[in-house]
Structure formats: C-alpha cells, structure tokens
T-cell receptor
C-alpha cells in the first residue's frame, strides 16, 4: 500500500522554482522520505532524502513539516531538463529496507 | 563504476515462452531489488535480496515468476510461462546499507 499521496501533474515556468508537495500522514518515526525522478522510461534517479530536518543538495531542497506528515521538494530554478515524473517515497525497514513508491507527480517545465 | 547493468534491454517473446532477465548490481552493494512498471500499476516492488538471500517476495505476482541471486554480482528474474499481461518494464536496483537505491536502465518486455 502506498504511503504517500502526490498531485498527478504540475506545470512550472522555466527558471522559476518548482514546489512539489507530498503527503505521508501515516509515516512512522524512523521512516525516511526519499525523492526520485524518472525521465521518460529511464530508471528512477535519486534526488534527495530526509528524516526530520530540512535538507539541501546540489539538485534540490527538501522541506519536511514538523509533524512529518508532509514534505515539499523544491527545485530552485527549473529547467526544461527537469521535466519528469517525481516520486515521493517512504523508506521502510532498517538495515534491510525497501521503498514504497507512490504514483508520482508529472512535472512539466514550460519554456 | 558502470552502475547497475541489466540485460537484455528489450525482449519480445511469444506467450508461453520462458523469459529470463538479468541484473548485475553495483560492486559492493549487498541489497538487490526487482521492480515492475506498467501504466496501470506504476512501479511495484517484486522481490528483494540482502546478502544474496531473498528477504521479501510478497510482490511476486504468481508462481510463474521466480528470482535467484546465486552470488553477489548476479541476479535473474524468470517468467515461465510468459503471458501478455507480463508486458512491462522491469527494473533492477541495488544499494548498500548506507546508500540510496541505484536503478538500472530497465528491460522492456513485450509478450505477444
């Protein structure tokens, strides 16, 4: 059973920030939130992950609410190459873990 | 590193035939995952291994599907007999305890 819900699709203007929301209201205290994206039919590509604190890397920022029931992935300056399906995922398990994928958000970056 | 390697990249077969998909994980990774992706069901985890041992095969659709991991550098997913509804893209991914999962390029399977 998917543990995340995301909007089906979103549009964003090139050069603007893309903010992709995700609800994970049933997440447990030790479960991480991961974000991946999939361009065309390629294998999903890792973007970022977090547990409680906000995270930032060279690709994106992840904002997690204090109650951990939702998060937002931020692409600060979207480009046409960021057009993809973005998956918000809950990682379950400890040393041997698995991902529970949701249905993803199809982001289209417009010129 | 070459990343996760999957073969073949494309497979077209007829209903009833046996299909074997292959995966080579990233060296040093001790977990391996098999996923299936279709338009209707999205990305589904079929089975995963840790240190070559199957940990969770609850996603395997039925007895026609089987997976093996004879050593740390090779895994197979076999479908016998294949059916048209098995048509999908099959992804293999690998990870270590301290890393995220790295996905391969996938095998596009078409069963006629």
């Amino acid at each position: 059973d998917a543990k995340t819900t995301q909007p089906t699709s979103m549009d964003c203007a090139e050069g603007r920030a893309a903010n992709l929301p995700c609800n994970h209201s049933t997440i447990s205290g030790n479960e991480y939130v991961y974000w991946y994206r999939q361009i065309h039919s390629q294998g999903p590509q890792y973007i970022i992950h977090g547990l409680k604190n906000n995270e930032t890397n060279e690709m994106a920022s992840l904002i997690i609410t204090e109650d951990r029931k939702s998060s937002t992935l931020i692409l600060p300056h979207a480009t046409l190459r960021d057009t993809a399906v973005y998956y918000c995922i809950v990682r379950v398990g400890g040393r041997t873990y698995k991902y529970i994928f949701g249905t993803g958000t199809r982001l289209k970056v417009l010129a | 590193d070459a990343g996760v390697i999957q073969s073949p990249r494309h497979e077209v077969t007829e209903m009833g035939q046996e299909v074997t998909l292959r995966c080579k994980p990233i060296s040093g990774h001790n977990s391996l995952f098999w996923y299936r992706q279709t338009m209707m069901r999205g990305l589904e985890l079929l089975i995963y291994f840790n240190n070559n041992v199957p940990i969770d095969d609850s996603g395997m659709p039925e007895d026609r599907f089987s997976a093996k991991m004879p050593n740390a550098s090779f895994s197979t997913l076999k479908i016998q007999p294949s059916e048209p509804r098995d048509s999908a893209v099959y992804f293999c991914a690998s990870s270590s305890e301290d890393s995220e999962q790295f996905f391969g390029p996938g095998t596009r399977l078409t069963v006629l």
